[in-house]
Structure formats: structure tokens, C-alpha cells
């Protein structure tokens, strides 16, 4: 229990030691002004804009519950609609939890069968490693097309990294199956591995499906970020803009943050990433504040909404009252 305790407390500590560095950033470097007089200026195809972010929302959010669909389908068969509550619910105990443990706790609680909810550590942990590989594949390719328009890499050399990248990246993925089949025959501490993992899932078509899935889920608020520039930049984005924005995503993607003050944060690295190509500060900080909003905080409130329509907030307090799972 004390080891538990120093690890959380160890963890809360980065994570406000990081909000409070990324605060002072952005309080030296954040212009009001700028912000308020981008207001004023005509918005570049508001109606065309402002569309397609939404649809992008939506898909978005359908993609994640398709996602998730997929992977409880490797231990129950669950329909669409069922994976988009499931995940409403987790949005919602994430964002007000440390740690992510309220999406692990929700998708544990979720289950339909009791003895398959040890699994669902698994199934969370395989909607998360393709997430990351996405960003680092994605990423990887954007970053040889970034430096070589940057100047800093010559174009065949700016190919070679990118090609590398991804061709490191998925090697790794892909053969990420023989770690897990040495990790099913270990045991950590009292807990036997075997026990919380499937056995030869999932499978090669599978972790393909998982990849592309996580891809078009980075790409959607990729595009979401650029949108809410592009709409106060009626002169259009450079080319070097756009590959950014996979690279700013990554690096913020691996930071600890807590999810209700996750903006400041990536407010603080979108300025730091763009600051050689981009010098409209405020207007980073208005995307990041508008990615966060929609795609995090909007989420968050439906899913309260379905948790107070199902009546499940008085099944989650009775189950972890009687200590199931802690983290809430």
C-alpha cells in the first residue's frame, strides 16, 4: 500500500510540477491583444470550416467507438452503439480521475461477464499500444517532410529517415506478439500474466485493423488543429505547418498530464514546436483550448449523461465501495 501511495504521489507530483512550467510559459509568452484582434478579422470560409471540423468530431468519436468495438469483440461480441456508451462512460471517469484510471476502471465494470473483467486490462492495453504506434508512425513520416522543408535535410535524405522510420515502427508492432507470448508464461508477483491476457490474440489481421483504426483517429483531430488555425488565417497555411502538427501531437502525447487542465499543457508545447515556423502564439493556444473542448470536456459531459440516464452511478459506487478496483 505505501509503494502504491509514493508512486501515485510521485506521479501527481510531475504532472502539476509540468501544468505549473507550462503555465509560466505560457503566461510570458501568451498575447492577449493578438488573440481579441484575430476576432476581428474575417474568418477564412467560417461555414466550410466550422463543417467540416464538426464532421470530423463526429467521426472522431464514431471511429474511437468502432475501435473499441473491435477490440471487446476479442473476448464479447458488442454492437457499435454499445462500444460508443462504453467509451461516453470512460471519457467521463478519465477526465476526472488521475492516471487514466477511471477509462481502465469503467471498461473493467463494463464487461458483461464477470469472469472475463481481468481481461479487460488487456483489451484497455491494446486500445492504447496501437494509439501509440499511430503517433510515432504517422509522426516519423511527417518529421523527414518537416526537416527537409525546414532546410535542414536534404530531400533524399528527408525520404530515407521517413522510409525508416515507418519500416522500424511496424517491425515493432507486428512482432510486438512474440514480448506478449513470453510475457503470458510470467507471472508478476501473486499475479499470474495468463490469467489477464488472451492467448494468441489478437491476431495479425486484427492488430492491422487496430493500427489503421488508431491512424484515422490521429489523423481526424490532426486536421481538427489545423482547421481552427486555418480558419483565422485567411492567407492559408504553409506546407511546413501541416507536417507539424503530427510531430507537435506525439511529443504532447508523451508527457503526463491531468486531463482536466490536459490544454495548458499542450498549449504550452504547441507554442514551443511551432515557435520556429508559427509565431501567432495566441492562436495556438486557441486551437489547443478548441481540441480540448470538443474532443475531451463535450465527451466527458455525455458520458455523465449516460451514466446518470442508465442509473450506473449507483452500480459503480456499490462495486468499488466493496473495493474491486481502486483509482477512483
Known amino acids: 500500500m505505501g509503494k502504491k501511495w509514493v508512486q501515485r504521489t510521485i506521479s501527481l507530483v510531475v504532472k502539476v510540477a509540468l501544468l505549473a512550467v507550462a503555465l509560466v510559459f505560457l503566461f510570458k509568452r ?16 467560417p461555414w466550410l470550416i466550422g463543417t467540416s471540423f464538426v464532421v470530423l468530431w463526429v467521426i472522431n468519436i464514431y471511429i474511437d467507438a468502432l475501435f473499441w468495438t473491435r477490440v471487446h469483440s476479442m473476448l464479447e461480441n458488442v454492437q457499435v452503439i454499445r462500444g460508443l456508451k462504453i467509451n461516453l462512460i470512460c471519457y467521463t471517469l478519465s477526465f476526472i480521475t488521475p492516471a487514466n484510471s477511471g477509462e481502465w476502471a469503467g471498461r473493467y465494470v463494463m464487461m458483461s461477464e464477470q469472469q472475463n ?16 504506434f499511430s503517433k510515432l508512425l504517422i509522426a516519423g513520416m511527417a518529421s523527414g517532410a518537416l526537416l527537409y522543408l525546414m532546410g535542414l535535410l536534404a530531400a533524399d535524405r528527408a525520404f530515407f529517415l521517413s522510409l525508416g522510420f515507418t519500416i522500424v515502427i511496424m517491425t515493432i508492432y507486428l512482432l510486438f506478439k512474440r514480448l506478449q507470448r513470453w510475457l503470458h508464461l510470467r507471472n508478476i508477483g501473486r499475479f499470474k500474466l495468463e490469467n489477464y491476457m488472451l492467448k494468441g490474440r489478437p491476431g495479425m489481421r486484427e492488430k492491422l485493423l487496430f493500427l489503421w483504426l488508431a491512424i484515422g483517429k490521429f489523423l481526424t483531430y ?22 507539424a502538427v503530427p510531430v507537435y501531437y506525439l511529443i504532447s502525447s508523451l508527457l503526463p498530464s491531468i486531463a482536466i ?19 501567432n502564439e495566441a492562436l495556438l493556444v486557441l486551437a489547443s483550448l478548441t481540441i480540448w473542448f470538443f474532443n475531451v470536456v463535450i465527451p466527458s459531459f455525455i458520458g455523465l449523461y449516460v451514466i446518470m440516464k442508465t442509473n450506473l452511478f449507483r452500480s459503480f459506487k456499490k462495486k468499488f465501495s466493496r473495493g474491486i478496483l481502486s483509482g477512483l
Not at 117 to 132: A, C, I, V
Not at 232 to 239: C, D, I, Q, R, Y
Not at 265 to 278: G, N, R
Request: proline share 7%; no cysteine.
Open 117 to 132: 473483467r481481468k481481461k479487460s486490462f488487456f483489451l484497455n492495453f491494446w486500445m492504447h499500444l496501437p494509439r501509440l
Open 222 to 243: 490532426n486536421l481538427q488543429f489545423a482547421l481552427v488555425i486555418l480558419l483565422f488565417s485567411p492567407e492559408g497555411l504553409p506546407a511546413v505547418f501541416w507536417f
Open 30 to 45: 501568451f498575447d492577449l491583444e493578438a488573440l481579441l484582434q484575430a476576432f476581428q478579422k474575417p474568418l477564412y470560409h
Open 261 to 279: 487542465a490536459d490544454f495548458v499543457l499542450k498549449s504550452a508545447i504547441a507554442v514551443w514546436v511551432f515557435q520556429p515556423i508559427w509565431n
